[in-house]
């Protein structure tokens, strides 16, 4: 049977610019909100992932008018038939809960699958059932899908017991059509919260304070079309400052929002990097000594979650001991393991990992287990001896668009492949 795999070699110093793509992480909450008009929604700077497809299919099939360009998508939403969604599909990416906040004012009844993506152990939903069910939504659990019903929402004040971006986003779009006044205490303040609320304005919507704590909407009876660009990926630039560091390079990262990066900036400025800031790039020279860090994830502005793992490849060549600290997904170390196939050494302890530094790795067979875990081991195969073979890539290919032609754009000896892991990887055993 073929399967898709990514294979890495020992890379020399990468060297180059390019464009960042449309973020992930907000993209399917902007996809979502266009299916709360009958009017054309036209959203332009789309990243080509599998998790768009997946979102493309899931509203195709109750009756979704999806018009396809280059990097764009133009949704119709008039013709919806229901809002009873394919449950095995849904389950096939965390944010399709979006779907609930954009269509149960209209549909009163949305069907779902339970949140899929990356496992990270417990993905709870208990902030979006809070935050809905004051609106007035009732939740029902089944083995394999739930339903959330309301025949009418209202606004509420809704205090968010932990500070979570999706069901931030996912509330602030039922708010959006809720009688009078909601008023979203504790919110996240991520870029990608804040270009959701930005496309529901830009189509209506009366929302204010994205991007503070405090989000106040009041609702509205109708939302119309309009045209609108998702903001860069803060991630994938993130992950290609960081391969400057690794390879000891020079990487021009464009068409990016620098405020967004801050907190990963501060801290490869402490290792030892340093920066060009532009007014919508960055450039990063890595060809420095780099020294350990410590490094508490948190929500934005914090650093992000999803950039600690990448960022332990880099710690594994700096001098010195690291500390990396995840109070927001403890159990998002499992790249831990599979850098340990590489000859890395890592100690685990609860919620933190201890990481010597000066460390040689050397190629072998590795699995990508989530979307920045993948990133996470390509970055390691860019520095260990030999040859590198990455499978189980769907979690890659889920959050980054063409990620092996980005890096051979800079010079990486990096390809896709589509057969057999296994013969591949004896046929490296044998040249070795």
């Known amino acids: 049977m073929k399967e898709k795999y990514i294979v890495v070699k020992k890379s020399d110093p990468l060297q180059g610019s390019l464009a960042v793509p449309g973020s992930k992480n907000a993209v399917l909450g902007l996809l979502a909100a266009a299916l709360m008009t009958d009017e054309d929604v036209k959203i332009e700077n789309i990243p080509q992932i599998l998790d768009v497809k997946v979102l493309c299919e899931i509203v195709a099939d109750i009756g979704v008018d999806v018009h396809e360009t280059d990097h764009q998508l133009i949704f119709n939403a008039k013709n919806i038939k229901h809002a009873e969604l394919n449950t095995a599909l849904t389950s096939k990416f965390r944010a399709s809960y979006y779907f609930i906040g954009a ?68 509330v602030m779009l039922a708010s959006v059509f809720a009688e009078g006044k909601t008023t979203l205490t504790n919110a996240a303040r991520d870029p990608e919260v804040v270009d959701v609320a930005n496309l529901l304005n830009k189509m209506g919507a009366n929302i204010r304070g994205a991007g503070t704590s405090k989000i106040i909407i009041h609702g509205v009876n109708t939302l119309k079309g309009c045209d609108y660009q998702t903001i860069p990926d803060r991630l994938i630039a993130g992950t290609f400052l960081i391969a400057a560091g690794v390879t000891g390079g020079q990487v021009t990262v464009r068409d990016v929002i620098p405020e967004h990066l801050t907190s990963l900036l501060e801290k490869l400025t402490e290792m030892g990097m340093t920066f060009e800031v532009g007014n919508n790039s960055i450039t990063a020279y890595g060809d420095h000594n780099l020294k350990a860090t410590r490094v508490k994830t948190g929500m934005y502005p914090l650093f992000a979650t999803d950039l600690q793992q990448p960022l332990t490849s880099l710690m594994l060549k700096a001098s010195g001991k690291s500390i990396v600290t995840d109070p927001i997904f403890p159990n998002r ?35 990508a287990l989530d979307v920045r875990a993948g ?21 890659i290919l889920r959050g980054y668009e063409n990620v092996t032609s980005l890096f051979a754009k800079l010079g990486a000896d990096i390809t896709l492949e589509n057969g057999s892991a296994d013969k591949s990887l004896h046929h490296v055993s044998k040249i070795i």
């Open 375 to 395: 990133s996470s081991l390509i970055l390691a195969g860019l520095m260990a001896e030999g040859t590198t073979i990455i499978t189980d890539i769907d979690h």
């Open 103 to 170: 269509l149960i004012s209209k549909y009163k009844k949305v069907k779902i699958g339970y949140p899929g993506g990356d496992d990270f152990g417990s993905r709870p939903i208990d902030q979006h059932e809070k935050g809905l069910t004051a609106l007035g939504a009732t939740f029902n659990y089944y083995k394999d899908y739930y339903t959330v019903e309301a025949e009418r929402l209202k606004g509420a004040d809704i205090y968010f017991d932990v500070i979570t971006s999706g069901a931030t986003i996912n």
């Open 333 to 367: 170390f499992r790249h831990i393991h599979q850098l340990s196939k590489l000859g890395a050494v890592i100690e685990k302890r609860k919620a933190s990992v201890f990481i010597p530094g000066n460390q040689k790795l050397k190629g072998a067979r590795v699995e």
